[in-house]
């Protein structure tokens, strides 16, 4: 069973950086692409970042491009989002997810609590 456990949210100001962290296991991880998504309060959830399994692809949604980076460690079976220049309107819960594409994904982690105080 796959497992994807996110870490690093918290309480930021306006301005401020988070590192938020995704250990996957469970799953070959070098051979999924591996995203991060955000739900904010009573909105859907919506895709913020993606990186291909070689890590040689990602794309990102025009809101954070600039500020957010993607990126993976495949030894350490950890994929992170480095945000810098955070907006209060980046505030929601971020989920870790796995797939077969930087468009497709199928597993999901329980989420993390990013708040950004303006």
């Known amino acids: 069973q796959v497992q994807l456990v996110e870490s690093g949210g918290g309480l930021v100001q306006a301005g401020g950086s988070l590192r938020l962290s995704c250990a996957v296991s469970?799953?070959?991880?070098?051979?999924?692409?591996m995203g991060w998504f955000r739900q904010a309060p009573g909105k859907g959830r919506k895709f913020v970042a993606g990186?291909?399994?070689?890590?040689?692809?990602?794309r990102y949604v025009d809101s954070v491009k600039g500020r957010f980076t993607i990126s993976r460690a495949n030894a350490e079976n950890t994929v992170f989002l480095q945000m810098n220049n955070l907006k209060p309107e980046d505030t929601a819960v971020y989920y870790c997810a796995a797939g077969s594409s930087l468009f497709t994904y199928d597993s999901w982690g329980q989420g993390t609590q990013v708040t950004v105080s303006s």
């Open positions: 990186i291909s399994w070689s890590g040689n692809s990602t």
């Open positions: 469970g799953r070959t991880f070098s051979r999924n692409a």
